[in-house]
T-cell receptor
Framework: GIQVEQSPPDLILQEGANSTLRCNFS?????LQWFHQNPWGQLINLFY???GTKQNGRLSATTVATERYSLLYISSSQTTDSGVYFC????????????????FGQGTILTVHP | EAQVTQNPRYLITVTGKKLTVTCSQN?????MSWYRQDPGLGLRQIYY???????DKGDVPEGYKVSRKEKRNFPLILESPSPNQTSLYFC?????????????FGEGSRLTVL
């Protein structure tokens, strides 16, 4: 199966700092998503980004599918950004047929101090 | 409000006592999936369903059963729970299709098997 590696495993920031989280994957994919798990355990979808670049407020993401990696940028971090960030990848669409396997990385634990 | 609802949210049970965790979504999504989250292992896919009466195994299906008799419901069944199934379980759903695979998660069900 597809291997997914996220880095760094842990990240500690002061409020206001910027950060970059990375997701490497071992095979071609056409589904890649970033999630934030807050300290209460809720999983929130940040981006659906199998290729290209997207931005949503202080967060942006870029996926370079041909080089098998994706980056999540957090600018001007806030304490509410703390939690675990996961990427998930899969091949879920081939020639008009849908497939359902998604593989998650082990996550990056982000702690933002005030 | 668009949501994925899981029940129960917390459950303590004993080895061998059959239990069902329900999952329901109100977004008319074709795709539904179950994951378990364990410390250091991230999220691992148990089963998924591409549509009514269509289910398939994920990466860790042993000890679990699912059924998809209605589009909105996707229950997870533990016929004979064991302590190694103590975990945090998440249900998720999405539309199928090339550009519509954004995954929405329920709030999680924390299961303890004694």
């Amino acid at each position: 199966g597809i291997q997914v590696e996220q880095s760094p495993p842990d990240l500690i920031l002061q409020e206001g700092a910027n950060s970059t989280l990375r997701c490497n994957f071992s095979d071609s994919v056409n589904n890649l998503q970033w999630f934030h798990q807050n300290p209460w355990g809720q999983l929130i979808n940040l981006f659906y980004i199998p290729s290209g670049t997207k931005q949503n407020g202080r967060l942006s993401a870029t996926t370079v599918a041909t080089e098998r990696y994706s980056l999540l940028y957090i600018s001007s971090s806030q304490t509410t950004d703390s939690g675990v960030y996961f990427c998930a990848v899969g091949v879920t669409w081939v020639g008009g047929t849908s497939y359902g396997k998604l593989t998650f990385g082990q996550g990056t634990i982000l702690t933002v101090h005030p | 409000e668009a949501q994925v609802t899981q029940n129960p949210r917390y459950l303590i049970t004993v080895t061998g006592k059959k239990l069902t965790v329900t999952c329901s979504q109100n977004m008319n999504h074709e795709y539904m999936s179950w994951y378990r989250q364990d410390p250091g292992l991230g999220l691992r896919q148990i089963y998924y369903s591409m549509n009514v009466e269509v289910t398939d195994k994920g990466d860790v299906p042993e000890g679990y059963k699912v059924s998809r008799k209605e589009k909105r419901n996707f229950p997870l069944i533990l016929e004979s729970p064991s302590p190694n199934q103590t975990s945090l379980y998440f249900c998720a759903s999405s539309l199928r299709g090339r550009d519509t695979g954004e995954l929405f998660f329920g709030e999680g069900s924390r299961l303890t098997v004694l």
